[in-house]
């Protein structure tokens, strides 16, 4: 049996595969090593299909995760899993080869990821063998949910958006008198800023949004630019999936061929698995 995760800064998907090839699924919150301990990680295994799959004999775990930056990291997420599935090969990777597999199998090319953050990386069709580091909500994740939220909200409380969608964004959030303590005190400030993004895409018939979510994916694509390679482009992620007619015709624009986009990876990513174990 082989157990899969993909781990966001959100939600965390799971699918087991059975000895037959049967495929069972499992959702908890996000698991960015980064972001939580190894408490918050065992409460998540506890309330979920996890603890069941526990018993079950898994011989392989393939996690992929936001937040895999480095070997330290790799091993503190592979001792938290080894305390629950205690025979288990583990394997800690990248959401970008996550992504990478999803999306291209075993084909070279760029790739993209566009959700809470985002990231991008050259992919030789088994490795990420290039990669313009992301640099988190702070300093960098161009074209994620998190920027398009903070550029927002940077137009609201510089009172730039019009008098309708202000408005509405008092309704849509009624803390609004409380949202910059809220985004500065918050321990999960991107989650916040992307919670915005279903708002923002209520609203792209606007000329102000619509201006403003290009400039936010504008920059995005000038990151993409840095690449050695002008591959084909394939994105995953929910803001690439909601908003695949504005990328779109942004890539266009940059000359870049977007070939794919997937609102998640976990299901192409169970496919990839399954074929590699035959």
Do not use: C
């Amino acid at each position: 049996m082989i157990l899969i995760a993909d781990s966001g800064s959100t939600k965390t998907d799971w699918r087991l595969i059975t000895g037959d090839g049967q495929t069972e699924a499992t959702q908890t919150k996000g698991l960015n090593p980064l972001v939580i301990d190894e408490t918050d990680f065992k409460k998540a295994v506890s309330e979920s299909s996890l603890n069941e799959w526990a018993k079950l004999d898994i011989q392989h775990i393939y996690f992929y995760g936001a937040g895999i930056t480095g070997k330290n990291v790799q091993e503190k997420l592979a001792n938290w899993l080894k305390k629950t599935f205690k025979d288990a090969k583990i394997s800690i990777e990248s959401d970008l080869l996550a992504a990478s597999r999803a999306a291209l199998g075993n084909n070279p090319g760029r790739i993209g990821i566009l959700g809470t953050g985002s990231n991008s990386g050259y992919y030789d069709g088994k490795n990420i063998i290039e990669n313009i580091p992301p640099l988190g909500f702070i300093l960098g994740d161009e074209g994620s949910g998190n920027a398009l939220g903070k550029r927002l909200i940077s137009l609201y409380l510089r009172s730039e958006l019009p008098a309708d969608i202000t408005e509405e964004l008092k309704i849509f959030y009624p803390e609004y008198n409380n949202i910059l303590s809220e985004i500065y005190n918050q321990q999960q400030t991107s989650r916040l800023l992307a919670s915005f993004v279903p708002f923002i895409h209520w609203h792209l018939s606007d000329e102000v949004i619509n201006k403003m979510v290009k400039q936010v994916f504008g920059k995005y694509f000038t990151l993409l630019s840095g690449y050695s390679s002008n591959a084909d482009l394939a994105l995953i992620g929910s803001v690439a999936y909601y908003f695949a007619d504005i990328l779109n015709e942004i890539a266009v624009d940059n000359g870049i061929k977007l070939t794919t986009i997937l609102k998640s990876p976990i299901d192409a990513l169970t496919i990839y698995h399954q074929q590699e174990t035959r």
